[in-house]
């Protein structure tokens, strides 16, 4: 199998100037896709919504993992490509969405992830992914 070298998320395309303009260097979702990821490896934005594909890429500087999503605001501070209030909405419409739980008891938290980024850059035109990019994300191979 081939070598991971990074990962890729859909983002929706009214958030890309936070990272191509704006300066912002974290991105924040729950922790999917993330056990092999590094430091040193890309993250290649996937636009989601409108003028779908890859539009840019950055260096994996940290990893974070974490219960609570808007502890990464006190590390972090205004680099979070979010507000506190676009994540605080996010996670109560997670809970919202919650499946009716089978077994009996407390719900598992989730962890979420802070990638914080180094080397942001947008490509010159859109380029169309190989695979189908999921929710979740996926992992890019070599």
Do not use: C
């Amino acid at each position: 199998m081939s070598e991971i070298t990074g990962v890729t998320f859909p983002i929706p395309k009214h958030y890309m100037k936070r990272f191509f303009e704006e300066g912002k260097a974290v991105f924040i979702k729950p922790a999917t896709v993330f056990k092999e990821l590094k430091p040193g490896m890309k993250l290649v934005f996937y636009q989601s919504h409108e003028d779908t594909g890859y539009v840019g890429e950055a260096t994996i500087k940290r990893i974070i993992i974490g219960e609570d999503p808007l502890a990464f605001f006190e590390t972090f501070g205004d680099a979070v490509f979010l507000t506190r209030e676009e994540a605080r909405a996010y996670v109560q419409n997670q809970e919202r969405w919650q499946g009716i739980r089978v077994r009996k008891g407390e719900a598992r938290k989730r962890a979420w992830m802070a990638l914080e980024l180094e080397r942001i850059r947008k490509y010159d035109t859109v380029k169309k992914p190989e695979q189908f990019v999921a929710v979740g994300g996926r992992y890019l191979r070599e």
